[in-house]
């Protein structure tokens, strides 16, 4: 199995898809699009 690791700034995320994918498995339930827009701008974010 290969993974591909991927930042934020090569392959963006929408925030309102990031908060629906956290409140479906239920992480960060208090969080909103904002904050998590916010996360994705200011920070370092990875996906796989």
């Known amino acids: 199995m290969t993974v591909e690791i991927k930042s934020y700034n090569k392959k963006p995320i929408k925030a309102n898809e990031l908060e629906e994918l956290y409140h479906h498995v239920g992480w960060w339930?208090?969080?909103k699009e904002q904050d998590i827009d916010k996360m994705l701008k200011h920070d370092v974010s990875v996906g796989a």
């Open 29 to 31: 339930e208090e969080r």
